[in-house]
Each structure stands twice: as structure tokens, then as C-alpha cells.
């Protein structure tokens, strides 16, 4: 190792021994704000932003050693970066992980956990109440792999235990669900998975590290999609993978192969994002509640899904294992697909989008967007009909969105 490399490498480590210890036992809000950074040798403040895409070495001999491992620093931007380190080192700190790997996109995050710890012969149990992309993920291209999947019933915990076998190897969920917020116990299904000795991954997108804590709760594994609730304003697209360190490194092995990356501009962007992620989440929560509320004493509202309110299924059990409700919630109009659209179409405040997680409030009909690609089948075994409407509640006032309720509620 250089003298150049020297100095770089005791200045990283002295940050990372002053950093861990001034940060051992801190709170979730000063995680999100001070782990994973360490400074250059300029003395910026907030995260500096790497946008390259190789390093520099001093000599052959140099560059032989980093390529081989000797000795650690960057190689290549497709999975090494600072910028994305730092925002990898973070994700970890607010899950309590060992380790996290990021990823160009939430289902790149599913993807290479599945590469990257699946094989050929291997057996998936997943819940039915996922994304529809993730449905399709395992049904369509995994299956062309050899790898096989049981869908069950996410709350029905003998659904779970009959659907393993000896080839099982992977039980994955994410909780509380898209779109109708059903809570899963994932203390019972993880010991479904101890004892089939399979690994538990969770989706946490809908919560968040500021609301849940899967690994905390039995869950081997944690994936988000960070173009969610991590940025928080709609910007950009990633994913992340968090768990223990030996799972880890074979993600980012599969992740180095494949190249499905993050981008450093767009790991700064989810930096950013991290920083007042409990604040907004607590807002979300206290809109949703309220619209949920709204919702519920509308005689033209067949039902509303939200865990936050008490006649929700789950309600108890998200009260004990969540520490907020979420910003999600969906709601059946009376008629079918006809009159949940002129709902949403009368919406002027809500932005009809797919996406969620944003500071502004988004409507969609699951039955044809985000659902749209599941068969009548498993739409219907999944529950969502045609008179089924999104939202994902922003940070508006809350009067100004039941006004908006209000004008879909006039066009039924």
C-alpha cells in the first residue's frame, strides 16, 4: 500500500472509530441524520457526492492489490462508491443489520436477494397480498429459473406451514400489504421459517425503518424500495437490501455480476431523504389516520383499509409491532370499476399516480395499474376489485385532502 493509500485509510478509519462510538445507542432520528458518513480530507459537512464512475491507483501494483481484495478501498462504481456506502451504512444503522447493499431499484433489491441466495430446484412461499410486480417476479421469471413458488394467504399462518416443503428455502412478505394493509405476524412467521430452516424476507416499504423493524422482530432479511418513503418526495429510484453480513456479500457478489446499481447522485438524493424520515412518517401516519376516519363515516364507502383504525383486522397486532400506523390506505367505493373512476377523476388535489411515499398525496385503481398484470385469479384471491381505490397520503393539510374526498365523493 502506498503512502497515499496509508493516509487515506487511517484518516477513514480514525472517523469510523470516533463516528461508532459517539453513535453507540443513538436514536433512530440521530442515525438518520449522522450514520455512515465519514469525511474527506476537504471537511465537507453534509455527504459529498462521488460522481464517478472508476478510481485512480498509483501503481500496478496498487491497482493488483484493491482488484484482489488485499486491500480494501474502490475499484468501480458498478458496486463500489462512497456515496452509495454511506447511504448503505445508514440503511443499516436505522434497521439494526449487520450490513445493506443497495440496488437501482426496489425490484432490483428482490431480485438479486433472490439470485443471490435461491437456486435452481429451490422453493419460495410467498404471500398473495405483494405487489403486483413482485407477484410477477416470482411466478413468471424465477419460475423460468427452476425456482418454484407457493402463493398463501398472508394472515393465515396454517396456509404458510402447509405450503412448505423440504425444497423450501425462502418465505417472503411485506407488511402491512399493497394494497389492503393486512398486517402479518412476523413473529410467528418467522418461526415458521426458523424451523423449515428458511430465510424470512421482509418488504418493509409501507413502514419504513422509523415505524418497523422486521429484523427486530425475526426477520432474516430487509428490502425496500427506496423511491418510497426513504427519499420521500418522489425523486428518484432505488432499492436497498439489509441483513446480516454473510447474506450480504453474496447480494453485492450478484449485484457486482449484474450491475443492477445505484447511482451515487441518487444515493445522495436517499441521504437527504433519511434525514427526516421519522418526521415526515409521523405526518403521514396523522394524515392518513384522519382521512381514514373521514372515509370510514361515508355511507357512499363500502369499506377502508387501515390498520389504524379499530375495526381493522390487524389493528392490534400493528399496534404491537409497528410503532405508527403508516401513510397507505385503500378504500372500496359502491359500484364497480366505473365509479372508482369517476372518483378519482374528480380528485383535483391527489396526483393519479402510481407511485407512494411522496409528500403529495397520490390515487390509483390497483385493479388496473399497479395490479393491473395479475390474472382475475389472483386479483380476486388477493382481494382487489375493481371498486378498489389507493391513496397514498401525503403531507397536505388534512383539510384540504377530505375536500378533495369530498369531490370524489360527489361524483358516485
Not at 428518484?236 to 447511482?263: I, K, W
Amino acid at each position: 500500500m502506498t503512502k497515499k493509500d496509508l493516509g487515506a485509510a487511517a484518516w477513514r478509519d480514525a472517523q469510523r472509530e470516533i463516528m461508532d462510538e459517539a453513535l453507540a445507542g443513538a436514536g433512530l432520528d440521530t442515525l438518520a441524520v449522522r450514520a455512515g458518513q465519514l469525511r474527506s480530507f476537504e471537511g465537507e459537512h453534509t455527504e459529498a457526492m462521488f460522481l464517478t464512475s472508476s478510481y485512480v491507483f498509483d501503481s500496478a501494483a496498487a491497482a493488483a492489490a484493491r482488484f484482489s481484495g488485499e486491500n480494501p478501498g474502490n475499484v468501480y462504481s458498478r458496486y463500489t462508491n462512497p456515496t452509495v456506502r454511506y447511504f448503505q451504512e445508514r440503511m443499516a444503522a436505522l434497521e439494526g443489520a449487520e450490513a445493506a447493499v443497495a440496488t437501482s431499484s426496489g425490484m432490483a433489491a428482490i431480485l438479486s436477494t433472490c439470485m443471490a441466495l435461491l437456486k435452481a430446484g429451490d422453493h419460495v412461499v410467498c404471500s398473495r397480498s405483494v405487489f403486483g410486480t413482485t407477484n410477477a417476479l416470482f411466478q413468471k421469471y424465477l419460475g423460468k429459473l427452476g425456482i418454484s413458488t407457493t402463493f398463501v394467504s398472508l394472515t393465515d399462518h396454517d396456509d404458510w406451514r402447509k405450503a412448505v416443503t423440504p425444497a423450501t428455502k425462502m418465505l417472503f412478505l411485506e407488511t402491512p400489504s399493497n394494497p389492503l394493509c393486512e398486517v402479518a405476524d412476523l413473529g410467528v412467521i418467522s418461526q415458521i421459517a426458523r424451523a423449515a430452516g428458511a430465510l424470512l424476507v421482509v418488504d418493509n416499504c409501507f413502514c419504513s425503518p422509523a415505524l418497523q423493524k422486521p429484523l427486530a422482530l425475526g426477520a432474516d432479511i430487509v428490502v425496500h424500495s427506496a423511491t418510497k418513503y426513504l427519499d420521500g418526495q418522489g425523486r428518484c429510484v432505488g432499492g436497498v437490501v439489509v441483513g446480516r453480513q454473510e447474506h450480504m456479500d453474496e447480494v453485492l457478489a450478484f449485484v457486482r455480476t449484474a450491475g443492477p446499481t445505484m447511482s451515487a447522485f441518487n444515493a445522495w438524493v436517499f441521504l437527504k431523504g433519511l434525514e427526516t424520515l421519522r418526521l415526515r412518517m409521523d405526518a403521514h401516519c396523522a394524515n392518513a389516520q384522519q382521512l381514514a376516519e373521514w372515509l370510514n363515516a361515508q355511507p357512499q364507502i363500502e369499506q377502508v383499509y387501515y390498520a389504524g383504525l379499530p375495526s381493522h383486522p390487524g389493528h392490534a397486532l400493528a399496534a404491537a409491532q409497528q410503532r405508527g400506523f403508516g401513510g397507505v390506505l385503500s378504500f372500496k367505493v359502491k359500484g364497480g370499476r366505473d365509479a372508482a373512476w369517476r372518483f378519482i377523476d374528480a380528485t383535483r388535489v391527489f396526483s393519479i399516480t402510481a407511485n407512494l411515499g411522496d409528500a403529495k398525496t397520490t390515487i390509483v385503481h390497483p385493479a388496473t395499474t399497479t395490479h393491473g398484470r395479475l390474472s382475475d385469479q389472483d386479483k380476486a384471491q388477493a382481494g382487489i376489485t375493481e371498486n378498489l381505490i389507493r391513496l397514498s397520503v401525503g403531507l397536505e393539510d388534512a383539510a384540504d385532502l377530505i375536500a378533495d374526498l369530498e369531490r370524489g365523493i360527489r361524483a358516485l
